[in-house]
């Protein structure tokens, strides 16, 4: 079955300490997403990626890194920076050349501190 | 500035009909998107809006007005496992973006027997 993995579905962290949040496709999508959800706020995008090797901050980047060293693999870093990581994260991929195409979300990662 | 605003939160009973609304100001736009959210799960799919009209596709129809910045998704027959929270997208029109999509908060929905 082609589908997005995200894992673990549940994740704390120390503080000081970075986290790595896993993202795996089997879609064949070109585009890959990051998204963080906060109860009572909508979706709102970390980073993106086109193409492997390249990436693109969104609109709250600052304390996150990425990277896209494979198609199917987008890989999320909370570090020590991002002062309140506690929110539930989705990962999500699409066709990029395809502007109808929707976006296809894996099952998401609590993220919580201790 | 990009917003789009949904309801909070809506109630309605089941085997009734509901309409959630959602209006957009973006600096382009290249189709909406709607997606059912249940607690700790991933959004699904649901409905694709690019030009001016209703789409209908089973219980649930999905209405645009491109000029008015304005779309609503229906619901009709509500069934209990209905209850979920809805989100409204924009895709923004700049491909250099990443074709990303713009959300709203999210309007949760409870269906009562």
């Known amino acids: 079955d082609g589908g997005i993995t995200q894992s673990p579905k549940y994740l704390f962290r120390k503080e000081g300490q970075n986290v790595t949040l896993s993202c795996e496709q089997n879609l064949n999508h070109d585009a890959m997403y990051w998204y963080r959800q906060d109860p009572g706020q909508g979706l709102r995008l970390i980073y993106y990626?086109?193409?492997?090797?390249?990436?693109q901050k969104g609109d709250i980047a600052e304390g996150y890194s990425v990277s896209r060293e494979k198609k199917e693999s987008f890989p999320l870093t909370v570090t020590s920076a991002q002062k309140n990581p506690t929110a539930f994260y989705l990962c999500?991929?699409?066709?990029?050349?395809?502007?109808?195409?929707?976006?296809?979300f894996g099952s998401g990662t609590q993220l919580s501190v201790l | 500035g990009q917003n789009i605003d949904q309801p909070t939160e809506m109630t309605a009973t089941e085997g009734a009909i509901v309409q959630i609304n959602c209006t957009y100001q973006?600096?382009?736009?290249?189709?909406l998107f709607w997606y059912q959210q249940h607690a700790g799960e991933a959004p699904t799919f649901l409905s694709y809006n690019v030009l001016d009209g209703l789409e209908e596709k089973g219980r649930f129809s999905s209405f645009l007005s491109r000029s008015k910045g304005y779309s609503y998704l229906l619901l009709k027959e509500l069934q209990m496992k209905d209850s979920a929270s809805y989100l409204c997208?924009?895709?923004?029109?700049?491909?250099?973006?990443?074709?990303?999509?713009?959300f709203g908060q999210g309007t949760e929905l409870s269906v009562k027997p």
């Open positions: 999500a991929s699409r066709i990029y050349w395809d502007a109808t195409s929707t976006l296809f």
């Open positions: 997208a924009v895709r923004d029109q700049n491909y250099n973006q990443g074709g990303k999509l713009i």
């Open positions: 973006t600096s382009g736009f290249n189709g």
């Open positions: 990626s086109q193409i492997v090797n390249d990436f």
